[in-house]
């Protein structure tokens, strides 16, 4: 397995997933599609599939012109807002690119459709070889996304009953170039921590951080810390919700102070309406392109029903959905 990160807009990551042993190929969240074409081009593999990690624009919105470059892609994702989404993946389904495993994540938190794919490489013995997490917007390099459409309880859930139980050795390939920025912030509140100012100094010397490995998250990013004393003396509280939302608080406000570096927003929150946050019903009404014939692939209602299991979208949220579905298919 080769996994290529591909830098995109100001701060964002696309990645290739290239498996050499089926020449097979799928892209991670590739917002600026003559970019990822033209690193494609050079692994001399085929592109079968997208992996969208959240709706977002400058995560989903090349989905359009890659699906009308490259006919016939499975376009994989979890929320409806995805641009040309024919593929719903269920929360722990497993699914292959090439000879290579994929597992997806629902882990809504950042957003509501939010998913992280964990693709593994094995070997005939049935070996791991290797493992590499796409989290998107959801854990970051020493840090985690804003809680635009989920709150601390979620993020808890996300990073530490889904994320956290994976083998401390997975590679962590996150949606932003933004571990300056995180560690700077966690500097701030574990000055004393030794294994920051190494990542600090590490990220300061080099403009490309991607991957981190889990293990090493455990031991720098405060999110993944919430029980230790050095974190929540820092954010006096105790209770494990209550310190993930005081830290976020605090890092907002860090960030809002450092000129708003990360460029996680993007105006959304429904300031701006992009990608329809503040349209319709939570904007689940925006951004439906590709639903087109959606009836029915892979589950649409069961998929629906694990949505209003797992408080993902409300009842009147999925009413929506299924008009625009109707109305197009």
């Not at 094995?122 to 985690?144: P, Q, R, S, V, Y």
């Amino acid at each position: 397995m080769r996994i290529i990160p591909i830098p995109i807009f100001e701060n964002n990551y696309s990645y290739l997933i290239v498996d050499d042993k089926a020449n097979e190929a799928a892209a991670v969240d590739p917002a600026e599609p003559q970019k990822v074409l033209a690193v494609l081009a050079q692994t001399g593999a085929k592109l079968t599939s997208i992996l969208t990690t959240h709706h977002h624009q400058k995560h989903s919105v090349g989905n359009i012109e890659l699906v009308l470059t490259k006919p016939n892609l499975a376009v994989y994702g979890a929320d409806a807002r995805i641009p040309e989404l024919n593929y719903v993946c269920k929360h722990n389904e497993e699914f292959t690119v090439g000879t290579l495993k994929v597992r997806s994540f629902h882990t809504p938190s950042h957003t509501k459709g939010s998913v992280c794919y964990y693709v593994r490489d094995g070997n005939e013995m049935n070996e791991e070889l290797e493992k590499a997490i796409f989290t998107g917007d959801t854990l970051l390099t020493g840090g985690c996304g804003k809680f635009i459409e989920g709150d601390a309880k979620d993020m808890y859930n996300v990073l530490y009953n889904i994320l956290g139980q994976l083998p401390r050795d997975t590679k962590v390939y996150c949606g932003h170039e933004c571990a300056l920025n995180n560690l700077q912030f966690a500097n701030t509140i574990d000055p004393n921590n030794q294994y920051i100012r190494k990542q600090l100094a590490y990220s300061q010397m080099n403009q490309v951080t991607v991957p981190s490995i889990l293990e090493d998250e455990f031991k720098y990013n405060p999110y993944l810390r919430l029980s230790e004393i050095s974190i929540q003396q820092a954010t006096n509280v105790t209770d494990p919700y209550e310190v993930m939302h005081v830290l976020r608080v605090l890092n907002d406000n860090f960030n809002n102070q450092s000129n708003g570096i990360n460029g996680l927003s993007n105006g959304v929150n429904g300031v701006n309406g992009i990608n329809g946050v503040s349209n319709g019903v939570n904007g689940v009404s925006n951004g439906v392109n590709g639903m087109n014939g959606m009836n029915g692939i892979n589950g649409i209602t069961e998929i629906f029903d694990s949505y209003l299991k797992m408080n993902i979208y409300s009842a009147d949220d999925l009413n929506t959905l299924n008009t625009i579905i109707r109305r197009k298919g």
